[in-house]
């Protein structure tokens, strides 16, 4: 999928969702198109009863596990100005300093999520700030637990700073996974975030990555499992 196509197809998906929506609104879309022919063949196969009623239990199943994947929780947002939270749900598998990192100008630190088909997959701003570019890569779908995905696999790369002064630059990256095929990201350059605030989701199993200038407090460690949005992963020093 080339940039251009992505920037597309984020025009018809809803850039957010009403607040009670319990969905992720990139999620909208399947949710329509398999939800309600499931939800309609289960309803069918219970009115006629009978050994019909039992096999409703497969695609009662599959329904659900696509009602599940596409959930959207409410997330409370850390208020304290310090606080860097983790764009994404799932397993912290990689805490590695870096020795240069182009866009924050200097030495860094990467740190690795892992999401697993049953992690909420929406991913959410670290900090407070605007986005100043973004860059889509072309790639190979291997899996998110291999080391080198990191580097191979389709990836969808976000760099913000904040809005103080001087700026403190950070980045994201949304990385595919064996099964994940559909990066959604629905930030611009120039766009202005929010801590915690939504800007897109990774079908399926996934990667995400969050790159911090060296120097800040990492909180979060190897093994940990956090919620985007509300668990801090780090602090500005």
Known sequence: MSS????????????????WLPFAPWGLWELNLLGWPLAALVAGLIWLGGIWQWLAVGPAVLLFLIVYFFRDPPRRIPTDRAAIVAPADGKIVDVTPLEHYEFIGG???RIGIFLSIFNVHIN??????RVVETNYTPGEFLNAMRADSAERN??????????????R??????ISGMFARRIVCMLQPGQPVTRGGKFGMIKLGSR??????AGVEIVARLGDKVHAG???VARWS
Not at 4 to 18: D, H, I, N, T
Not at 208 to 213: A, G, V
């Open 4 to 19: 251009s196509r992505q920037r597309q197809s984020a025009k018809w998906e809803a850039s957010s969702g009403p607040a």
């Open 107 to 109: 030495p860094a630190v």
């Open 124 to 129: 959410r701003a670290p900090d407070a700030g």
């Open 154 to 167: 389709e990836s969808m790369w976000i760099g913000f700073e904040t809005l103080e002064s001087p700026p």
């Open 169 to 174: 630059r950070f980045a994201v990256r949304q």
């Open 208 to 213: 995400t990555e969050l790159i911090l200038p």
């Open 230 to 232: 509300s668990d801090v």
